[in-house]
């Protein structure tokens, strides 16, 4: 049965209760096939953040299966799985290029390779001239940029993303935009995507997994038909705009459902 | 039982007030927990129609947050006027209500109590403050949540008591510093739609900063651009969308909107660059 998955995700019937009894996922089951970019949009409380979180070995669940590339993940971490969070948190007493080596070496590069590698990537997000800065002496945009090279640097196989780009302003977000779609395309690694933003959402992904309003049940998987080559689509296009329309329309539907709920504890 | 109609005739029919900047420079010293002194805004020239619903959008550090605050009354200008309904701003005053990004709710209080709060400070008759903050707490969507105290209520709804709040002491003008960039998306778009009915309503001049250019898009009649540091008006955008646009629930998905947003992110973009190129120059 794990033999079949190697390089994709696999969730088989997965169910997670927080205590005393809030069920954060009902019953979900989703196959990432390896390679492929997928999106997670739905209602703040629909269990997007857990599943990324049990994907990552950093939470565990009740019942279900987690398999990535064959092997089991029931709360065991690994490099090949990494998260990339909306506050990246670098090392303080580190430079933004230090930050970047650290993780390499980390890996187990030598020093001299992993500085080589930790300049390319810093240069390819135009941050040469603050190579040398401490994270104190950046901006935001640029403390997650740095943050991005030093997860996707280490090339996981599998790329969770949960809000990355969320707090950043238009140029950094693009930037990174980009930059992930670049690493998903040229290393063929398997990317999900949390986000509430259907634009990105729909933007970035090849499919857009839909949830409901908590518990956390898969509704829908939409299938975006635009080309893998994401950067040469206009954001602007009518294909882009049909889809993001759907899902729009969608996530209102369960947005309006969760303040039902709201409302009535509210009496 | 407070009825609309009882309310609006408490309410002077007034529009919002016009908002003028001539030649508003600021200067803060080097130092004391800032990295950068130095000049922050640099000769700005602004005019807001009475009314009129703008965003100030901008590269990180541009001053947009300074030029709010210089409207506030929280801090004077170094060079230039200020000057909100032809009057000079000489310090804060509750004629103009402000939203920032943190609701900043008493926790004691409800929401009622949070919203009648202002009005009572400054002499309003109680059954008038009551009057009128449980109408706009209900144009808010927040009818069944007056008795409630702030920690009840999910993000999105404390804003709204940010809002009203703001809106009772009947503004002429309302300042907003990124008020909802600490919500998701989901909820942003849905509060968006709550302020742009409000405005609507009132007439009141509002004043929008945030960094999200498509917020800006479609919340605003007008986007004004500034340069990156120091902060210059660089570009001003006028958006040509219905105003009525939490009734057209598509509107962001049409071609005309999409390529609105991509016109100002390009013009972003341009003004990003050339900070950068000014920063490694220096």
Request: charged content about 20%; overall charge neutral; glycine content about 8%.
């Given at each position: 049965?794990?033999?079949s998955?190697s390089?994709?995700?696999?969730?088989?019937?997965?169910?997670?209760?927080?205590?005393?009894?809030?069920?954060?996922?009902?019953d979900?089951?989703l196959a990432?096939?390896?390679?492929?970019?997928?999106?997670?949009?739905?209602p703040?409380?629909?269990?997007?953040?857990?599943l990324?979180?049990?994907?990552?070995?950093?939470e565990?669940?009740?019942?279900?299966?987690?398999?990535?590339?064959?092997?089991?993940?029931a709360?065991n971490?690994?490099?090949?799985?990494?998260?990339?969070?909306?506050?990246i948190?670098l090392?303080?007493w580190?430079?933004?290029?230090a930050?970047?080596?650290?993780?390499?070496?980390?890996?187990?590069?030598?020093?001299?390779?992993a500085?080589r590698?930790?300049?390319?990537w810093i240069?390819?997000q135009?941050?040469?001239?603050?190579?040398?800065?401490?994270?104190?002496?950046?901006?935001?945009g640029?403390?997650?940029?740095?943050g991005v090279?030093?997860?996707?640097?280490n090339?996981p196989?599998l790329?969770l993303?949960?809000?990355p780009?969320s707090a950043?302003?238009?140029?950094?977000r693009?930037?990174l935009?980009?930059?992930l779609?670049?690493?998903?395309y040229e290393?063929r690694?398997t990317?999900?995507?949390v986000?509430h933003?259907v634009?990105e959402a729909?933007?970035?992904?090849?499919r857009?997994?839909?949830?409901?309003?908590?518990?956390?049940v898969i509704?829908e998987?939409?299938?975006?038909p635009?080309?893998?080559?994401?950067w040469?689509?206009?954001?602007?296009?009518?294909?882009l705009?049909?889809?993001?329309q759907?899902v729009?329309?969608?996530?209102?539907?369960?947005?309006?459902?969760?303040?039902a709920?709201?409302?009535?504890v509210g009496? | 039982?407070?009825?609309t109609?009882?309310?609006n005739q408490?309410l002077?029919?007034?529009l919002g007030?016009?908002?003028?900047?001539l030649?508003v420079s600021?200067?803060?010293?080097?130092?004391?927990g800032r990295?950068t002194g130095?000049l922050?805004?640099?000769?700005?020239h602004?005019?807001?129609?009475?009314?009129?619903f703008v965003a100030?959008?901008g590269?990180?550090g541009?001053?947009k947050t300074?030029?709010?605050?210089?409207?506030?009354?929280?801090?004077?200008?170094?060079a230039g006027?200020?000057h909100?309904g032809?009057q000079p701003?000489?310090g804060p005053?509750?004629?103009r209500?402000i939203?920032?990004?943190d609701a900043?709710l008493?926790?004691?209080?409800?929401?009622l109590?949070n919203?009648t709060?202002g009005?009572l400070?400054v002499g309003?008759a109680?059954?008038?403050?009551?009057?009128?903050a449980?109408?706009w707490?209900?144009?808010?969507?927040l009818s069944k949540?007056?008795?409630r105290y702030p920690?009840?209520?999910?993000?999105g709804?404390?804003?709204?008591v940010?809002i009203?709040?703001?809106?009772?002491?009947e503004?002429?003008?309302?300042?907003?510093d990124?008020?909802?960039?600490?919500?998701d998306?989901?909820t942003?778009e849905q509060?968006?739609d709550?302020?742009?009915?409000?405005w609507?309503?009132t007439?009141?001049?509002?004043l929008?900063?945030?960094?999200?250019l498509?917020?800006?898009v479609?919340?605003?009649q007008r986007?004004?651009?500034?340069?990156?540091?120091p902060?210059?008006?660089?570009?001003?955008i006028?958006?040509?969308?219905?105003?009525?646009r939490?009734a057209?629930?598509d509107l962001?998905?049409?071609?005309?909107?999409a390529?609105?947003?991509?016109?100002v992110?390009?013009?972003?973009?341009?003004?990003?660059a050339?900070a950068?190129?000014a920063r490694?120059?220096?």
């Amino acid at each position: 049965m794990s033999t079949s998955t190697s390089g994709g995700l696999v969730v088989r019937n997965l169910h997670k209760t927080y205590p005393p009894d809030i069920v954060a996922l009902r019953d979900v089951s989703l196959a990432l096939a390896p390679g492929t970019f997928t999106a997670i949009i739905g209602p703040s409380g629909c269990g997007k953040t857990t599943l990324l979180k049990i994907a990552a070995g950093i939470e565990t669940y009740q019942h279900g299966e987690v398999f990535f590339a064959g092997e089991r993940i029931a709360g065991n971490t690994s490099w090949r799985r990494s998260v990339i969070y909306q506050d990246i948190r670098l090392f303080p007493w580190l430079t933004a290029q230090a930050n970047v080596v650290f993780a390499l070496e980390s890996k187990g590069l030598p020093k001299a390779e992993a500085r080589r590698q930790a300049a390319q990537w810093i240069e390819r997000q135009g941050l040469q001239p603050y190579a040398d800065a401490y994270p104190a002496e950046l901006s935001g945009g640029m403390r997650q940029k740095i943050g991005v090279c030093r997860v996707l640097a280490n090339m996981p196989e599998l790329v969770l993303c949960d809000e990355p780009f969320s707090a950043l302003d238009w140029t950094a977000r693009e930037s990174l935009q980009l930059e992930l779609l670049r690493y998903w395309y040229e290393q063929r690694k398997t990317v999900l995507f949390v986000t509430h933003n259907v634009e990105e959402a729909v933007y970035l992904a090849q499919r857009v997994v839909l949830m409901s309003a908590r518990p956390g049940v898969i509704k829908e998987i939409v299938d975006v038909p635009l080309p893998e080559e994401r950067w040469s689509v206009r954001r602007d296009s009518p294909q882009l705009l049909a889809v993001a329309q759907y899902v729009n329309n969608h996530i209102a539907d369960e947005v309006r459902k969760a303040q039902a709920a709201e409302q009535e504890v509210g009496y | 039982m407070v009825t609309t109609a009882s309310v609006n005739q408490a309410l002077p029919p007034s529009l919002g007030s016009e908002v003028e900047l001539l030649g508003v420079s600021k200067v803060r010293p080097k130092g004391a927990g800032r990295e950068t002194g130095g000049l922050v805004l640099n000769h700005v020239h602004l005019h807001l129609e009475p009314g009129s619903f703008v965003a100030i959008v901008g590269p990180g550090g541009c001053g947009k947050t300074t030029l709010l605050r210089l409207l506030a009354g929280l801090e004077a200008p170094s060079a230039g006027h200020v000057h909100v309904g032809g009057q000079p701003v000489q310090g804060p005053s509750p004629r103009r209500g402000i939203i920032f990004q943190d609701a900043n709710l008493f926790p004691w209080l409800s929401v009622l109590k949070n919203t009648t709060f202002g009005p009572l400070a400054v002499g309003v008759a109680p059954a008038v403050a009551t009057a009128r903050a449980t109408h706009w707490l209900t144009f808010l969507g927040l009818s069944k949540f007056l008795h409630r105290y702030p920690h009840e209520l999910s993000g999105g709804m404390q804003q709204r008591v940010a809002i009203a709040r703001a809106i009772v002491n009947e503004p002429e003008l309302l300042l907003a510093d990124e008020p909802f960039g600490g919500l998701d998306w989901i909820t942003r778009e849905q509060v968006c739609d709550e302020l742009l009915r409000l405005w609507y309503t009132t007439r009141k001049t509002f004043l929008y900063v945030t960094h999200a250019l498509e917020e800006a898009v479609y919340v605003s009649q007008r986007i004004v651009m500034l340069s990156a540091r120091p902060g210059t008006v660089a570009h001003v955008i006028e958006v040509n969308l219905p105003e009525q646009r939490w009734a057209h629930a598509d509107l962001r998905f049409t071609p005309e909107y999409a390529r609105l947003v991509e016109e100002v992110r390009e013009v972003f973009a341009e003004q990003t660059a050339l900070a950068q190129s000014a920063r490694s120059a220096a």
